[in-house]
């Protein structure tokens, strides 16, 4: 599936092509901290269908309890995670599912590092719904 998106501000633009089919939600601690949130939304993309347009993404390495380094891609002016991939010679491409305009689409597949979840983020549907700012 074609995909395209981009950060907050729009100073960085991509187009990829994914498998629908592999959205995933991922609860480690590190998700948590890096997206600012109670969970992550990824997709992977294969590094030769994944295309940056417009602006340079900055990159933090991170080093994961297993001494894996991963580069963690962001907008330099506005702080959107947009992926993260192998912090060298990157095969494939984990895109944040926030920023992809087909995000709706998108539903994911498999929820990983559980043991890590935030016990309520994993049963929302009992909380009231507001359709705007409540
Ligand atoms: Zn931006
Ligand atoms: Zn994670």
Known sequence: MKID???HCGNITFVAEIDPDKVIICHCTDCQR????AFR???RAPRDKFELRGGKPKVYIKTAESGAKRAQGFCP?????VYSAAA???QEFGLRIG???QRAELRPAKQ????SALGWAMDLRALPQV???G
Not at 34 to 37: A, I, P, Q
């Open 5 to 7: 998106g981009g950060c």
């Open 34 to 37: 890096l997206s600012g949130s």
């Open 41 to 43: 939304v990824v997709v």
């Open 77 to 81: 002016e506005c702080g959107t995670p």
């Open 88 to 90: 060298e010679n990157p």
């Open 99 to 101: 920023t992809i305009r």
């Open 112 to 115: 990983i590092w559980c043991r």
């Open 131 to 133: 359709a705007k700012q």
